[in-house]
């Protein structure tokens, strides 16, 4: 760009004295250092109105005008977002005009009669830088704001995201001490392993149940409590856990610390990672001895009854029955119910019940008793 071209800056004197308009803009054209184009407005009004049109790049404003003062309608136009530079014009000199205008928004302050050409000049040019760094400035400043905004809502979602995490991470790790408490209260014997069939938790119930403690049996093989003539069966098993099986209620025996066998009722469940990969086994073991060995009584005691059934002989013969309240008399000599005689010499039982003519009996002496 050519350093000679000289930038055109459009001024609008406010002032109600055309004299002062004309001395102006003599000294306007005697600045050499750039190019002005000097317009004119000679009323409150109309100063005011051009201000808030922005069409000007500096304002020359008159402290004394038609119907009021150049603070009133400085700080009239700054009310109404004025951005342009405004330079207070006064006829004397005085600190709290100065002061006054400052406070307005003006951006500076000349005295008339000590005003030449540089001193306009660079008023002007001092104003208009003056007012484009303070507009950059707050553009600046509302940038950084709109980041500080836009940084505080990230870092809002990233608090609240970290508080729902954190939420989360508490929530699991309540639910895995109730979990641990639960697998710890549980009168089941809960082990885990490894797919190889390594040990890796060992509640207290199997401590009690097989006689181990934990450190004894964590990093052990579980075949530290399998018979070895049931290896093969608990290798299957694991096999088929490792294929994604679940085993419920298997029945089978183990062994405890002691060398005793004992009946054991097995749930067998793959244990899986985050990706749903399968890398252990979890057994819970429930103690059935006790039951078995209630049922093997009950088979056996049958057995015994139907043996016994089976060599009871048929009723035959006499039997002494009294003719008014039908008992018969035993081979002891003791009277016995009829009912209880049958039952205990043959495989009869009988059901009380009551015949329509008894029945009808009972109802007519029901009438009797009740008047009818």
Request: glycine share 6%.
């Amino acid at each position: 760009m050519d350093a000679t071209v000289q930038t055109c800056l459009k001024v609008l004197l406010i002032e109600d004295d055309e004299d002062d308009y004309i001395i102006f803009r003599d000294m306007l054209s005697q600045i050499g250092s750039a190019k002005f184009l000097l317009q004119w407005a000679n009323t409150y009004d109309s100063g005011l109105r051009e201000i808030c049109r922005a069409n000007h790049d500096v304002y020359l404003l008159d402290y004394r005008l038609d119907k009021g003062d150049g603070l009133e309608l400085l700080r009239e136009a700054t009310a109404r977002g004025g951005e342009i530079p405004i330079i207070l014009l006064t006829g004397h000199e005085g600190y709290d005009v100065d002061i006054q205008a400052m406070s307005a928004g003006a951006s500076d302050y000349l005295v008339k009669g000590h005003i030449t050409p540089n001193t306009l000049e660079r008023a002007i040019r001092y104003s208009v830088a003056q007012k484009r760094a303070e507009l950059e400035l707050r553009k600046y400043r509302n940038h950084l704001e709109q980041l500080v905004q836009e940084r505080t809502r990230e870092l809002e979602t990233a608090n609240d995201q970290l508080r729902i995490e954190i939420d989360v991470r508490r929530m699991a790790e309540r639910a895995i001490r109730q979990l641990a408490a639960i697998v710890q209260g549980s009168d089941d014997a809960i082990i885990s392993l490894t797919l190889e069939g390594i040990v890796t938790s060992w509640n207290k119930a199997a401590e009690i149940i097989y006689g181990y403690a934990a450190s004894e049996a964590i990093g052990q093989r579980i075949s530290i409590n399998v018979p070895p003539e049931y290896f093969e069966e608990m290798l299957e098993l694991l096999a088929r856990i490792g294929r994604g099986e679940r085993i419920f209620h298997h029945e089978t025996i183990r062994k405890k610390k002691n060398g005793e066998y004992l009946n054991v009722s097995l749930t067998i469940s793959p244990l899986r990672d985050d990706d749903g990969t399968i890398i252990g086994v979890s057994t819970i073991a429930r103690d059935i001895t006790e039951r078995e060995r209630v049922r093997k009584e009950k088979e056996k005691l049958i057995r015994e009854l139907q043996d016994a059934l089976a060599n009871v002989k048929t009723l035959r013969g006499l039997f002494p029955i009294c003719a008014w309240c039908k008992k018969i008399r035993d081979d002891q000599g003791y009277w016995q119910q009829i009912e209880a005689y049958i039952r205990d010499h043959s495989d009869a039982d009988f059901s009380h019940c009551i015949c329509p003519v008894c029945a009808e009996e009972e109802r007519d002496k029901l009438r009797r008793l009740m008047g009818q």
